[in-house]
């Protein structure tokens, strides 16, 4: 594809409940990047994959966050029991994960919970 | 710890006018650094870069940015703004050592074009 992609584009949901976000890397990206954007700031680092494996996880705020990326390629952020401090932009980036290099983002998918 | 700061939170110009926005790092070495353009309903978009070399460093829509490593600035300069450069602006520092490689980012500076 042209570029990152993610779904979906908007998400609402209530409080407690599971919700899964995908991204969908620019092809033959080895490194993926997952943000969260809160209204008025800038984007907070979450997690660092290098192929299928997370390189740096130091940003998941807690255990109820998770991402995992089995192939490679696509991943998935997965969020338990939201809470409504969850509700953010969640933000996907790619590079080619060869030293010094650009990411680039996705749309964004605008979680919001109830 | 590594930080971020641009001091304006919010910029107002007159289309044509001159545009200057301020990004200033905190960071032991020099780190990569980033301007990025946010639109509404848009991604993030790669305005320019410096890693290494020549300090002023040229991007696309007219942008260009100088490093300063005595002022740990980098700030981000166009000379006539068009009213399509109403946007939040974010400057973000990078790292290339070992698994490092998050993004660290500014709040963002709105900017506001007046015809």
């Known amino acids: 594809g042209a570029g990152v992609s993610q779904t979906p584009s908007n998400k609402v949901t209530e409080k407690g409940k599971y919700v899964e976000l995908r991204c969908d890397p620019i092809?033959?990206?080895?490194?993926l990047y997952w943000y969260r954007q809160s209204l008025g700031q800038g984007p907070e680092f979450l997690i660092y994959?290098?192929?299928?494996?997370?390189?740096?996880d130091s940003g998941l705020p807690n255990d109820r966050f998770f991402a995992v990326r089995p192939e490679g390629s696509v991943s998935t952020l997965k969020i338990q029991r939201t809470e409504r401090g969850d509700s953010a932009v969640y933000l996907c980036a790619s590079s080619s994960g060869q030293g010094a290099e650009t990411q680039y983002f996705g749309p964004g998918t605008r979680l919001l919970v109830l | 710890a590594q930080s971020v700061t641009q001091p304006d939170i919010h910029i107002t110009v007159s289309e044509g006018a001159s545009l200057e926005l301020r990004c200033n790092y905190s960071y032991g070495a020099t780190p990569y650094l980033f301007w990025y353009v946010q639109s509404p309903g848009q991604g993030l978009q790669l305005l320019l870069k410096y890693f290494s070399g020549d300090t002023l460093v040229q991007g696309i829509k007219g942008f260009e940015a100088e490093f300063k490593r005595s002022q740990s600035s980098f700030n981000l300069r166009k000379p006539s703004v068009h009213w399509s450069d109403a946007a939040e602006y974010f400057c973000?520092?990078?790292?290339?050592?070992?698994?490092?490689?998050?993004?660290?980012w500014g709040l963002g500076t709105s900017l506001a074009v007046n015809p």
């Open positions: 973000a520092v990078g790292f290339n050592a070992g698994n490092n490689r998050k993004l660290i």
């Open positions: 092809s033959g990206h080895t490194a």
């Open positions: 994959f290098q192929g299928t494996g997370a390189a740096d």
